[in-house]
């Protein structure tokens, strides 16, 4: 049992490893140009142990997509599960997640064809994962209702819609932003205006 354990925990920190260099790979390359042999070499394994990890590359992608956003939906409820006032938990959380999943693919110079392989490759990952992220921020604000933080008296829209709204919004600023740091101040803008619809 033990043996089988430690097992499975070597085998996810191989992968782990391998979803590293793969991003790394993807972001220097784009992903029509990265090959599996690209990403073994990153990773320091042979092409064929790839394999035995991975079916194929489009199979890889789909994985780091998982565990990328699945990484960022962490962090974001670990900021949003800080003490503090509700604002500045909340605009921080979204902006950890956003430095952990869309920022790398933002910085490199074949951003957008990585986005949107990982629209059309990645779709029912992208769903299941921003199920659970809206699920993650709409549950704060529903506690903070519930603590008096915040009320939904003067907008027809529930915590869950306001989450979608927002995320929404930030996906529009994502295709107009300059940069990074233009990308986060407008983020955090975008943020106040809805919070204070619900935050005296």
């Known amino acids: 049992m033990v043996r089988s354990k430690q097992s499975t925990e070597q085998s996810q920190a191989k992968k782990?490893?391998?979803?590293?260099?793969?991003?790394?790979?993807?972001?220097?390359?784009?992903?029509?140009?990265?090959?599996?042999?690209?990403?073994a070499e990153a990773a320091g394994i042979s092409r064929p142990a790839l394999y035995l990890i991975f079916e194929n590359k489009e199979n890889l992608f789909c994985e780091l997509s998982d565990f990328r956003l699945n990484q960022a939906i962490d962090v974001a409820i670990d900021a949003l599960a800080t003490s503090g006032e509700l604002r500045r938990r909340f605009i921080q959380a979204l902006l950890i997640f956003?430095?952990?999943y869309y920022e790398p693919v933002s910085n490199s110079p074949h951003g957008e064809e990585l986005m949107d392989t990982n629209q059309?490759?990645?779709?029912?990952?992208?769903?299941?994962g921003f199920a659970r992220l809206v699920t993650a921020f709409a549950n704060e604000l529903k506690e903070a209702e519930q603590n008096g933080e915040a009320s939904f008296d003067n907008t027809p829209l529930t915590p869950k819609t306001f989450v979608?709204?927002?995320?929404?919004?930030?996906?529009?600023?994502?295709?107009?932003?300059?940069?990074?740091?233009?990308?986060?101040?407008?983020?955090?803008?975008?943020?106040?205006?809805?919070?204070?619809?619900?935050?005296?």
């Open 98 to 100: 956003e430095k952990v």
């Open 120 to 128: 059309s490759l990645a779709a029912d990952v992208m769903m299941k």
């Open 16 to 39: 782990d490893a391998v979803f590293e260099a793969a991003a790394e790979v993807f972001a220097r390359y784009g992903y029509r140009r990265t090959t599996m042999n690209d990403i």
């Open 164 to 200: 979608e709204l927002l995320i929404s919004a930030l996906g529009g600023i994502k295709k107009k932003a300059k940069n990074t740091a233009d990308f986060r101040r407008q983020t955090e803008q975008v943020a106040q205006i809805f919070l204070s619809s619900i935050v005296d």
